[in-house]
């Protein structure tokens, strides 16, 4: 019997393969390993060569300073991880710093100098860069009507100190950002004090009750989700002991969302509101009677000043329920420590006058040496006698005056605004900024002359203002620039020796020095995981050996201070009453279509907080090249 | 004679299925060698736990596999086991990290934090990693030639069926086991 195999057979066998390789797993098996393996770069990166190491470091990104871990093979790290017992940042970290080797290969991420003239980005050299800063700060020394400023976000490096000596050199200025967020109250606190020079920072371990005005405590202000973590750990403990946040603000920003108690506010009547926590404070007694009576002057007049404030007229100024008020000021005074920080809240920065009331607030809960502990500065090298310009600030800046305005890469938008300082330039001004990136002022800079990307420069960093301890790092470096990167301290000598300006010779080690001869704080080996003295640190190459391997300095506990506050300032009274008498402020027209009591419906993740108010590096990259680049 | 439709049909469909679902997972996947051999049983029965090496802090921080300076605290030196001796001699005695090939690892944009899981859900690490510490030998590391994955990632069902909780470290299995507790949340929360 012979076989007889038609087309129609081959067709049916063809088609019962076709079902068969359907029914198998190999199309949805390939189809989800081939969408991975798309994922993969186009010509595969190599696993870079060398051992599994791990290296330490800080990240420079933001003020917090946090400790990085790096996983590296060889000298290149492939990942980051939080250090926990860090002294700056305790095991916090933001995605930022999570991913912070990527930054250097950005796509905005410049490498060579760039001159933008009508709108178009032309690459320079070295040379031609150099010849411009010099022309430039020549012009600043002949013409009195052009003036040399340079804006310094991290003050204290050596690279500041360069900054000063130009701008003592030319006659210019040097500029630091003002104080943000809880900064900003310290110093208002600060000020008030009359025992001398006083510096506050915030401890939340030692806060059961945080109420904001509107720093996000909760999400972007100081240590990564620090507060967060403290309050989760506070639940476990009986309900007396747990810390609650209270967000007052006119919009329910992230930070809102996250808190225990959201306290939605008419914008601009913060002073009121505080002036009526502190009336139901004093009315019923339950003021720290024993911090007024040690620490502070002029309880009558304030008494006297908060006594207008009753819950009743403060619901009619803002909105908020007078049984609010009084349960809020009770709860606070029941649940000492508290605090009380003010800040830039979404809807416009608080007054002098509401932080003067908010300070006022944190003096009746006896806040200061607790839950605001005194603190002092990582110390720091003399100025000698080299010629070196005092910061000042940008009230220093009059309109249309700045011939040459140099901006330090570490200058984020965030801290000083654009149009601040475009206020401040002279017509034809030379804009020169440092940073590495095409995005944020980099971007508004004429002359654009690339400084090394974070991680590829050790750099001195003092954790922020409001920790409750000084802080210092000396990050080391963990990538390579690329070749032929200008630094800045290099180019700027460059061009101040061809203006024929001279600058004192950079202080090397002078600062390490400056650390062991106070003999003050510990430092934290993260490698080891534990605190060296500084008394036992034998030598300034020991020093900069634990500093090399990612080692943070942290100051000892500072001594209260002698001394008292003022509830309020002479002449104070009228300003504070007529600021918190006023009418509401309208809320700026880009919140005021959203609505007052829930911008976002869930809370927000705490990790994307710092995501999206942190960089402007991570906005679309066609969004954030400047139109002209893409033209 | 002439053969029957479903027979002709029979004659693509039969090898097509052993093909696809017989061959091409062996084709699909290599086993490479770990660096070294390891008996997890033989250190948890002496009482010590996953944390003892795979340290997670008090705040429930994943210190990762543990580092070779952690190993030589018992094994400093050489003795009569062979794995011991190789682990002295290859990675102790130069100060090298050991290379393990680690089943659970996810591409560079996945963030995974253990420290909710551990501390916060109180999640045990067999939850997602398996038995791993009843093993008396190193599993053999099997990875997917395309993806470049290790095969615990997808499980060791081609189908994915009749899976322990613990076979399978996709993103599908992540959000299962969210959705599962009401803990579904934004894509930045664990893409990076
Ligand atoms: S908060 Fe984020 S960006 Fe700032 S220092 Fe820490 S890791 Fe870096």
Redesign the pocket.
Known sequence: MKLELSRRDLFLAGGGAVAGIALSPVPWKLLDDLSIWTQQPPTPTPRPAGPLAFRFTS?A??P???GLKARCFGAQPVGFAAVPGHPA?DGG??P??LTAHHLAKHPLRANHPERVSGGKRERIDRAAATAALSAALAACGRDPKRTFAVVDGRPGRSLSRTYRALAAATGGLYVTPPAAGAALSLEALAKRFDGGALALGVDFSKARRVVSFGTPVLTDAGT?GLLARLRAESRRRPAAERIEVIQVEATRGRSAALADRYIPIAPGTEAAFALGLAHVLLDEKLADAAFLEARTTGLADFAALSARFAPALVEQKTGVGAGVVTALARDLAANRPALVLGGDPTAGPLSGETEAAIAALNLLLGAPFGALPVRSEAPRETDGDAKLAAATSLDALPDGSVGFLLLDATVAEGMVPWARLERALAADALVVSFSPFRAGLGEKATLLIPGPAPLEESIELEGPADAPFATLAFAPALLSPPKDLALPEEILREAAEAAGLSLPAPAAGARSAALLAARRGRLYDPAAASFVAVGDVASPDALGELFARGACWVDDATPEPKGRFALLKDGEAPRLLETALGAPTALPASLASLPRVAVSAAPPSLLLT?LTR?TALFSAPAAAIPTAARA | MKLPAPVSFAVGLVPALAAGWLLFPRLLYRTEAQPLPFNHKAHTEGGMGCADCHAVAENGRFAGLPATEACAGCHAEKGDNAGINALVASYVEPGREVPWLVHARQPDNVYFPHAPHVTGDKLACARCHGPHGESTATKAYVVNRLSGYSRDIWGPSIARVGRKEWQGMKMSDCIQCHRAGGRESACLDCHK
């Open positions: 990240c990104l933001c917090a300073s946090c940042s970290l933001c930022l710093g990564p710092k942190e």
